[in-house]
């Protein structure tokens, strides 16, 4: 069971089920929204417990994609395709020790010119086989 919040405590979860490793995202929307890329993780719908939802704004990001944020601080947390049953939630949002491990970049072709990509995970120019999204 791994625990996290955003950053006033407005929105709390619990992730009860196996999470899997970092992906981190490259692309425009996400280096957008947060400045850089984005890490996240996911979970099962069935396996994520939010308190303060209530605090948590859902952006229609996309046409088949959401992103979560508190309305308090304006953290991010979550991202969410419609036509799955798990969730993306931020790395960054994980109260420590996460346990978690990166796994791979993606949408690399869209990184922005500022930084290197050079920690030896698997990159790709879009997504990988395994992790859905919003684009191609």
């Known amino acids: ?5 955003c950053g006033c405590g407005a929105v709390q979860f619990t992730a009860e089920g196996p ?3 970092v992906v981190y995202c490259h692309c425009t929307q996400c280096r ?4 850089h890329f984005f890490a996240a993780t996911n979970v099962s719908d069935a396996d994520l417990d939010i308190r303060g939802s209530e605090n948590i704004t859902w952006y ?5 994609a959401r992103r979560g944020f508190c309305r ?3 953290s991010v947390l979550f991202w969410k395709h419609d036509e799955l049953d798990t969730v993306s939630v ?3 949002a ?27 995970l ?3 120019l879009k997504s990988t086989p395994t992790v859905k999204v919003a684009q191609d």
């Open 90 to 92: 931020m790395a960054g």
């Open 32 to 35: 957008k929204q947060s400045g």
């Open 60 to 64: 229609r990001s996309s046409e088949v």
């Open 72 to 74: 308090v601080c304006g």
């Open 1 to 5: 069971m791994k625990t996290g919040s």
């Open 94 to 120: 994980f109260d420590t020790p996460s346990g978690l491990v990166g796994e791979s970049h993606i949408f690399v072709a869209d990184k922005g010119d500022y930084y290197a990509i050079d920690d030896g």
């Open 122 to 124: 698997p990159q790709f």
């Open 19 to 21: 999470l899997r490793g």
